[in-house]
């Protein structure tokens, strides 16, 4: 279950989070939480002995240089993250991401051995002009371009759908479940089956503590990418041990 924060949270508020936190001592999922990356340091404290791994939201594929206002992975790395968040349907629509960066940025975060979440997903004319499937083989074969099975078993990916990301409509259960499988497919035909089965694929695009189970419960749904409900720590909790 992993918390998308986007451009939310103070360094204070960050505190204030993991602290008012409680989750279920006996969980069936891993917890991640991606701050800004000025409360990451925060965050990475607050965590220690917890059981939650802190991601980056991006990451730049150079590992330093002039690139003025970017990030790296040795950089995120260090820090304590263990995970980052590629390709996120706000970075393709508002910063230019495409899927040759999103290759890029991934090539990045495995060298600097962190897990990447590769988002992928289509607007909402992509799905009515029936293009979900296409526009997912495309994002997924862009993105793992060159990528030799033993890169692509260390990743994440996050099924996203765009119309569902912070409007409240939710992907019905058996929308999530049929762009999934396909995905997995995806994925079995590039690296074979058991990688396939072993991937997890998360859904993200209004989760909330009421959809949550119905979601999970789907057989290709493997977790969940939140943003709204991850701010507030009651729903995370709630998300956590509804998984
Ligand atoms: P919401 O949960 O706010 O719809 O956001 C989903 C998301 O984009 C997570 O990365």
């Given at each position: 279950m992993a918390a998308n924060w986007k451009m939310h949270k103070t360094v204070a508020e960050t505190r204030e989070f993991f602290t008012a936190l409680t989750l279920p001592a006996a969980r069936a999922c891993a917890v991640v939480v991606a701050p800004p990356y000025l409360a990451i340091p925060a965050a990475v404290e607050a965590a220690r002995g917890r059981d939650i791994a802190i991601a980056g939201q991006n990451l730049y594929w150079?590992?330093?240089?002039?690139?003025?206002g970017e990030i790296s992975g040795p950089m995120l790395a260090a820090a304590g993250c263990g995970y980052v968040i590629i390709g996120h349907s706000e970075r393709r629509q508002?910063?230019?991401?495409?899927d040759a960066t999103v290759n890029r940025r991934l090539v990045a975060a495995l060298a600097a051995n962190l897990t990447p979440i590769v988002c992928v997903g289509e607007t909402l004319p992509e799905r009515e002009a029936g293009q979900v499937e296409a526009v997912l083989r495309r994002q997924f074969t862009g993105g793992f371009e060159g990528l030799d099975a033993t890169a692509a078993q260390r990743c994440v990916l996050a099924y996203e759908p765009v119309w569902a990301i912070g409007t409240g409509k939710v992907a019905t259960p058996e929308q999530a479940q049929q762009a999934q499988a396909f995905l997995r497919a995806c994925v079995q035909e590039r690296f074979g089956a058991e990688l396939a089965m072993g991937m997890s694929i998360l859904y993200g695009g209004s989760v909330k503590p009421d959809n949550v189970k119905s979601l999970m419960a789907?057989?290709?749904?493997?977790g969940g990418l939140v943003g709204?409900?991850?701010?507030d720590p009651v729903a995370f909790a709630a998300l956590v041990a509804g998984f």
């Open positions: 150079e590992s330093k240089g002039a690139f003025t508002y910063f230019g991401e495409t789907q057989p290709d749904v493997d709204g409900a991850s701010l």
